[in-house]
């Protein structure tokens, strides 16, 4: 009878996890997006069906005009070392620029978004792109990522990593007009770039570093899908407390921060390095584990809990190869 009663609740916590991990998966994102776009613009497509036509080819040369100018200067020189007015003026003025911090030297990294347009594609495409000026006054580019069908930036924000030099960097963009947002999270450390975190097409998103997390709300995609876009400040939003963790040389867990407060149904999400597993002890009445997965390429491992129950207790993280190591996780759970 035991037996049955666990297997029982073991299938229901892969189902809710299966349910949960499907949210942040990009294509039923894109696919949801899209129907909502579609469905709320047909009325407005038809109108201006007519105007297009006669406009449809002069617009059409001049996009194509414009990509392949992009792609000139995008390809093959992005692999050169450049400098950073050069880039500037032969790429055209970035919609955002900024100097970003992550060593000591003054100026020694900037960021930047491009807008890019696809020929024959009505929306714009933002290239965020980040620099490292080499010891020769040069700038190399060190990442780069496309993030699709947007048109605002966000300022990059840092997030630091205690007892360390290395740091988080968050990339964001939204959508002014079709309410989604994608973002990337990704580490600087030793000079070398790796990602963490990337999510494309969350609906009526937002993100932001606080408190030594990635806060990430935003509404449940089959809201999403049949509200209204005056109704949408109204949806309750899911939340979303990312944790980044990494492994210093001499094997210790770095923790992001060593406090988190959440309300009751909120989710927190441990991320970190796969390379070496974690084994995370936690009270089983104030949080429940939702799943786990690792990225695609097998290089983060992501930990998924949701809070369940008032009160004040730790998250103990081990690593398998040594228990006598071990980092912990004030978790305080409040209601709503």
């Known amino acids: ?67 392949i100018f992009l792609t000139i200067f995008l390809a093959p020189k992005t692999w050169d070392v450049y400098r950073y007015r050069y880039v500037s003026k032969q790429m055209g003025s970035p919609i955002l620029q900024q100097s970003v911090k992550l060593d000591n030297r003054r100026l020694s990294h900037w960021f930047n978004f491009f807008m890019l347009n696809n020929p024959g594609q009505k929306d714009h495409n933002l290239l965020a792109v980040l620099w490292k000026m080499e010891p020769d006054g040069k700038y190399k ?18 997030m630091e990593m205690p007892q360390t030099n290395n740091k988080f960097i968050l ?66 939003k899911v939340v979303t407390r990312f944790v980044p963790y990494q492994f210093t040389g001499d094997g210790r867990i770095i923790l992001s921060t060593n406090y988190v407060k959440l309300k009751k149904g909120d989710y927190l999400t441990l991320v970190g390095d796969n390379y070496k597993l974690v084994q995370v002890d936690f009270n089983k009445k104030l949080i429940k584990k939702v799943g786990e997965r690792t990225s695609s390429d097998k290089t983060v491992q992501k930990t998924l809990f949701q809070a369940v129950e008032s009160g004040i207790d730790f998250l103990k993280l081990r690593p398998d190869y040594n228990d006598s190591i071990e980092e912990r996780l004030l978790i305080e759970v409040i209601e709503p």
């Open 1 to 67: 009878m035991k037996d049955r009663e666990l297997d029982k609740k073991l299938e229901q916590a892969r189902i809710e996890a299966d349910r949960f991990f499907e949210n942040l998966k990009f294509a039923p994102y894109r696919k949801i997006v899209q129907k909502k776009i579609n469905n709320s613009s047909d009325g407005k497509r038809r109108f201006q069906i007519g105007l297009l036509n006669n406009k449809k080819r002069i617009k059409g040369v001049a996009i194509i005009g414009i990509f």
């Open 141 to 158: 580019m060190i990442y780069s990522s496309l993030l699709e069908e947007t048109d605002i930036p966000k300022p990059p924000m840092i």
């Open 171 to 236: 990339i964001s963009s939204k959508n002014k007009n079709k309410e989604y947002l994608h973002y990337r999270l990704i580490s600087y450390e030793d000079n070398t770039i790796k990602t963490y975190l990337e999510e494309n097409f969350i609906p009526d998103g937002k993100i932001e570093i606080k408190k030594g997390t990635l806060l990430e709300e935003k509404v449940q995609p089959d809201e999403y899908l049949k509200t209204k876009s005056e109704q949408m400040s109204m949806l309750r």
